[in-house]
């Protein structure tokens, strides 16, 4: 019971954490202190929460243009992820990525993409070195509906799959790529059963149940710890804002349907079991919430207090430099 | 005359071309109903359908591909990218395959595909959405580079893609799709590898592209009143490249600069001095100057992003210079 109490509320503050993350980078997108993209991950932060308990430093993760709750959730500190959007120093990447290109590899964040697709090869190749050093580490993807249909998503999966690569990829299925729907975009809308074309395992999950998310993962980590091969994970999900900041819902889904998926927001989810299965109640919750909250709008006067980077700094780090 | 914007005037030639030639279609992400990420085909999926207007998933390589064989089987694909940095993806079918179809087939395929998108720096876009990629494009033989500065230009330079029979990539710098400008209400179409002289001068030739030409074209008129009189030439497409007109302005002004965003090393800069010293040597006063963006890939952060492009007082700088030398 003990542990089961400190398993839900270690899932709650990391979700918490991303939730009003992100809730105060809208608003600084809002205020113009984002001075990029910025494509949030509200809805959808049982995924990377679920997963990434499971990991360890030495773990790599792999992201995509929507990564924040990756970094977060992989351990890169808010104020660096916030100090990154808002282009200072303090940032993840010292100001020079913003919020497709964050990177923490002292953490395992091996870095978020503008690019759809790389991630799941990535991946592959860190599960590669894992089984050449004999290391036991995890190489983890996480991508979307979209990516799913992109050439990288079959090339991953089948290296993967041959070489029988320590890997979990992670689809998170939110059901649009932009505003194009992926009954549109695919064939077939279950990313999972395209792990048969590979002979791996794919497992559909409830992405927005987070207990749900963190059993399947663990189940795969393990697999792929025990040198079993890769794992297709599919998390049927849904992000409740628009697909960056900035843009307007036009009409490409419907109003109900945002709202349904609301009603299933993953923090509530989690609450509402945890009192189903008496392990504890909203004070427990509450006090995870607000310690959180305070740890967020430290982290946001932080990363504004940090300054610009010198504008020399951006000719640095094209090759190779020797570490002073 | 009306007044354009850039996007609007290039969409205008889209509009027009394909109700004149039914085997124009359109492909890319977001194009359809939706009308473009940049707007580029607002209105035409009301006016054309789905099947002319082509929404895709991301399959940048599959579709790079699937236009190859349609233009292979009497279609005129237009893919278009919104950031021209998604089309590295398909860099194979680009160059293997499109680039060399004609000549593989001696000339009895044809290859009509425009591939569009937007290049440049700017907007913190960071170095995935922010390349500007035509001196690659430049370096293969079989491909047709335009990179349209004004709204006319974008119209008439799309006419000629969309009438050719060549692969062309149709580069829009992202900082110039919401200015605007006069574009003719005829039908123009303008052809590739004539160079537009775009502010006569007589001290020094300044050959400037894409984004690049406006920014100069404000720093020859401060320079006007310094008594340095400034021509500057866009070339509109870089492959072909027209060094005919760089050439005939350097034997008045005995002087050129080029001024370009874009890396210098084995770029459109090099290329043009390169071409100066092989046919205009002795018209040159002075070494012909290079301006460049910093090699580099583009970072986020507005500080680290301005200082890596050329700056106004770079550009005067420049000029200043080689009008001493
Ligand atoms: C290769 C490539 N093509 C196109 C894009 C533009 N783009 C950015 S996000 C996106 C949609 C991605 O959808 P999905 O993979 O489902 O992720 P989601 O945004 O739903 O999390 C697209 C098309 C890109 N970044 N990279």
Same mark, same amino acid.
């Given at each position: 019971?003990?542990?089961?109490?400190?398993?839900?509320?270690?899932?709650?503050?990391?979700?918490?954490?991303? /939730?009003?993350?992100?809730?105060?980078?809208?608003?600084?997108?809002?205020?113009?202190?984002?001075?990029?993209?910025?494509?949030?991950?509200?809805?959808?932060?049982?995924?990377?929460?679920?997963?990434?308990?499971?990991?360890?430093?030495?773990?790599?993760?792999?992201?995509?243009?929507?990564?924040?709750?990756? @970094?977060?959730?992989?351990?890169?500190?808010?104020?660096?992820?916030?100090?990154?959007?808002?282009?200072?120093?303090?940032?993840?990447?010292?100001?020079?990525?913003?919020?497709?290109?964050?990177?923490?590899?002292?953490?395992?964040?091996?870095? *978020?993409?503008?690019?759809?697709?790389?991630?799941?090869?990535? @991946?592959?190749?860190?599960?590669?070195?894992?089984?050449?050093?004999?290391?036991?580490?995890?190489?983890?993807? $996480?991508?979307?509906?979209?990516?799913?249909?992109?050439?990288? $998503?079959?090339?991953?999966?089948?290296?993967?799959?041959?070489? %029988?690569?320590?890997?979990?990829?992670?689809?998170?299925?939110?059901?649009?790529?932009?505003?194009?729907?992926?009954?549109?975009?695919?064939?077939?809308?279950?990313?999972?059963?395209?792990?048969?074309?590979?002979?791996?395992?794919?497992?559909?999950?409830?992405?927005?149940?987070?207990?749900?998310?963190?059993?399947?993962?663990?189940?795969?980590?393990?697999?792929?710890?025990?040198?079993?091969?890769?794992?297709?994970?599919?998390?049927?999900?849904?992000?409740?804002?628009?697909?960056?900041?900035?843009?307007?819902?036009?009409?490409?889904?419907?109003?109900?349907?945002?709202?349904?998926?609301?009603?299933?927001?993953?923090? %509530?989810?989690? /609450?509402?079991?945890?009192?189903?299965?008496? +392990?504890?109640?909203?004070?427990?919750?509450?006090?995870?919430?607000?310690?959180?909250?305070?740890?967020?709008?430290?982290?946001?006067?932080?990363?504004?207090?940090?300054?610009?980077?010198?504008?020399?700094?951006?000719?640095?780090?094209?090759?190779?430099?020797?570490?002073? | 005359?009306?007044?354009?914007?850039?996007?609007?005037?290039?969409?205008?030639?889209?509009?027009?071309?394909?109700? !004149?030639?039914?085997?124009?279609?359109?492909?890319?992400?977001?194009?359809?109903?939706?009308?473009?990420?940049?707007?580029?085909?607002? =209105?035409?999926?009301?006016?054309?359908?789905?099947?002319?207007?082509?929404?895709?998933?991301?399959?940048?390589?599959?579709?790079?591909?699937?236009?190859?064989?349609?233009?292979?089987?009497?279609?005129?694909?237009?893919?278009?990218? &919104? $950031?021209?940095?998604?089309?590295?993806?398909? &860099?194979?079918?680009?160059?293997?395959?499109?680039?060399? &179809?004609?000549?593989?087939?001696?000339?009895?395929?044809?290859?009509?595909? #425009?591939?569009?998108?937007?290049? =440049?720096?700017?907007?913190?876009?960071?170095?995935?959405?922010?390349?500007?990629?035509?001196?690659?494009?430049?370096?293969?033989?079989?491909?047709?580079?335009?990179?349209?500065?004004?709204?006319?230009?974008?119209? =008439?330079?799309?006419?000629?893609?969309? !009438?050719?029979?060549?692969?062309?990539?149709?580069?829009?710098?992202?900082?110039?799709?919401?200015? %605007?400008?006069?574009?003719?209400?005829?039908?123009?179409?303008?052809?590739?590898?004539?160079?537009?002289?775009?502010?006569?001068?007589?001290?020094?030739?300044?050959?400037?592209?894409?984004?690049?030409?406006?920014?100069?074209?404000? #720093?020859?008129? *401060?320079?006007? %009143?310094?008594?340095?009189?400034?021509?500057?030439?866009?070339?509109?497409?870089?492959?072909?490249?027209?060094?005919?007109?760089?050439? @005939?302005?350097?034997?008045?002004?005995?002087?050129?600069?080029?001024?370009?965003?874009?890396? @210098?090393?084995?770029?459109?800069?090099?290329?043009?001095?390169?071409?100066?010293?092989?046919?205009?040597?002795?018209?040159?006063?002075?070494?012909?100057?290079?301006?460049?963006?910093?090699? #580099?890939?583009?970072?986020?952060?507005?500080?680290?992003?301005?200082?890596?492009?050329?700056?106004?007082?770079? +550009?005067? *700088?420049?000029?200043?210079?080689?009008?001493?030398?």
């Amino acid at each position: 019971m003990e542990a089961e109490l400190d398993l839900v509320l270690r899932l709650y503050r990391t979700m918490a954490a991303i /939730r009003l993350t992100e809730e105060r980078l809208a608003q600084s997108h809002q205020a113009g202190l984002v001075h990029g993209a910025c494509h949030t991950y509200v809805g959808e932060e049982a995924v990377a929460t679920g997963v990434c308990a499971h990991l360890t430093m030495r773990d790599s993760v792999f992201s995509t243009h929507r990564g924040h709750g990756h @970094a977060l959730a992989k351990g890169v500190p808010m104020a660096e992820v916030m100090a990154e959007l808002y282009g200072r120093e303090l940032g993840c990447s010292q100001g020079r990525g913003g919020s497709m290109h964050l990177f923490k590899p002292e953490v395992g964040l091996m870095g *978020t993409s503008g690019i759809v697709g790389p991630c799941i090869l990535q @991946a592959t190749g860190a599960g590669y070195s894992s089984k050449l050093m004999k290391t036991g580490a995890v190489g983890v993807a $996480f991508f979307g509906d979209g990516a799913s249909n992109n050439g990288a $998503f079959h090339e991953g999966l089948n290296l993967a799959a041959i070489y %029988k690569l320590p890997v979990l990829f992670v689809c998170e299925n939110n059901m649009y790529a932009t505003e194009v729907p992926m009954s549109y975009a695919a064939g077939n809308t279950d990313v999972y059963m395209r792990a048969a074309g590979y002979n791996i395992p794919g497992i559909k999950v409830d992405g927005n149940n987070v207990l749900a998310v963190y059993e399947a993962a663990g189940t795969a980590i393990k697999r792929a710890r025990a040198g079993e091969g890769p794992t297709l994970l599919e998390c049927k999900t849904y992000r409740t804002r628009v697909h960056a900041e900035g843009m307007k819902e036009s009409g490409y889904r419907p109003m109900e349907e945002i709202a349904a998926w609301k009603a299933r927001d993953p923090l %509530k989810l989690l /609450r509402e079991q945890a009192m189903r299965d008496e +392990i504890c109640g909203d004070p427990e919750f509450d006090e995870v919430h607000s310690s959180v909250a305070g740890q967020v709008a430290a982290a946001h006067k932080q990363a504004v207090e940090s300054p610009y980077p010198e504008g020399r700094d951006a000719l640095s780090h094209v090759y190779y430099e020797v570490q002073a | 005359m009306k007044e354009l914007t850039y996007t609007a005037a290039a969409r205008e030639a889209l509009t027009e071309e394909m109700a !004149r030639d039914a085997t124009i279609f359109v492909m890319g992400e977001g194009i359809g109903k939706r009308g473009g990420n940049f707007n580029t085909t607002a =209105g035409l999926f009301d006016l054309y359908g789905g099947v002319r207007l082509c929404d895709t998933p991301i399959t940048e390589r599959g579709f790079i591909g699937l236009a190859v064989g349609a233009a292979m089987t009497g279609t005129r694909p237009v893919i278009d990218f &919104m $950031f021209v940095d998604f089309i590295l993806d398909g &860099m194979g079918e680009i160059m293997n395959q499109m680039a060399k &179809m004609q000549y593989m087939s001696s000339g009895r395929l044809t290859m009509p595909v #425009v591939l569009r998108g937007c290049i =440049g720096i700017g907007g913190a876009s960071a170095t995935h959405h922010s390349g500007n990629y035509y001196a690659m494009f430049a370096n293969v033989p079989g491909l047709r580079v335009v990179v349209p500065t004004t709204p006319a230009d974008a119209k =008439g330079l799309f006419k000629t893609a969309l !009438r050719g029979y060549d692969p062309v990539l149709f580069l829009e710098h992202k900082s110039l799709l919401n200015t %605007k400008g006069p574009v003719p209400e005829e039908d123009v179409a303008i052809p590739f590898g004539v160079a537009r002289i775009a502010r006569e001068g007589h001290s020094v030739t300044v050959v400037a592209l894409t984004v690049m030409v406006n920014r100069v074209l404000q #720093v020859a008129d *401060t320079l006007e %009143k310094e008594g340095i009189s400034v021509e500057v030439i866009d070339p509109r497409t870089v492959s072909p490249l027209d060094t005919d007109t760089i050439c @005939a302005s350097i034997k008045k002004t005995g002087r050129a600069l080029v001024v370009d965003e874009a890396f @210098a090393p084995c770029g459109i800069g090099a290329e043009i001095a390169a071409r100066v010293m092989e046919t205009a040597f002795d018209e040159l006063d002075a070494p012909v100057r290079r301006l460049n963006g910093a090699f #580099v890939p583009t970072p986020y952060s507005p500080p680290l992003e301005s200082v890596i492009v050329p700056s106004n007082d770079a +550009i005067a *700088t420049a000029i200043r210079d080689l009008v001493r030398e």
